[in-house]
């Protein structure tokens, strides 16, 4: 099992905020479905403020760019995409039209 962890920003509106986490605990079950496809065994989203971290759990072989093209492929997850990115912003040093970013492990334990 491979362990990716990621980070986003959401725009720094309460109500905004609210809407996507609302959006979160309904989910559908054909996106959830588009992630444990890819290999994904479990994806869970932390916030605080409104910074968003998630810890994503994934078979050995998971292939992140093998998920975008899967992804973009997808009319519902393209939807569920553009319905999120009303909520999202990107990290103040990503680029332009990067999302969810990669963090780097700099500790364990």
């Given at each position: 099992?491979?362990?990716?962890?990621?980070?986003?920003?959401?725009?720094?509106?309460?109500?905004?905020?609210?809407?996507?986490?609302?959006?979160?605990?309904?989910?559908?079950?054909?996106?959830?479905?588009?992630?444990?496809?890819?290999?994904?065994?479990?994806?869970?989203?932390?916030?605080?403020?409104?910074?968003?971290?998630?810890?994503?759990?994934?078979?050995d072989d998971f292939d992140p760019e093998q998920k975008a093209s899967m992804d973009a492929a997808n009319?519902?997850?393209?939807?569920?995409?553009?319905?999120?990115?009303k909520y999202q912003q990107p990290l103040p040093f990503a680029r332009p039209g990067e999302k969810w970013?990669?963090?780097?492990?700099?500790?364990?334990?």
């Amino acid at each position: 099992m491979k362990q990716y962890c990621l980070a986003l920003d959401l725009k720094d509106d309460p109500a905004l905020i609210a809407e996507y986490e609302d959006w979160h605990t309904r989910v559908s079950p054909e996106i959830k479905k588009s992630i444990t496809d890819a290999g994904i065994i479990s994806f869970n989203i932390y916030r605080v403020g409104n910074r968003m971290f998630a810890i994503m759990e994934t078979i050995d072989d998971f292939d992140p760019e093998q998920k975008a093209s899967m992804d973009a492929a997808n009319p519902l997850v393209q939807d569920w995409e553009n319905l999120m990115w009303k909520y999202q912003q990107p990290l103040p040093f990503a680029r332009p039209g990067e999302k969810w970013m990669m963090m780097k492990q700099i500790f364990t334990l």
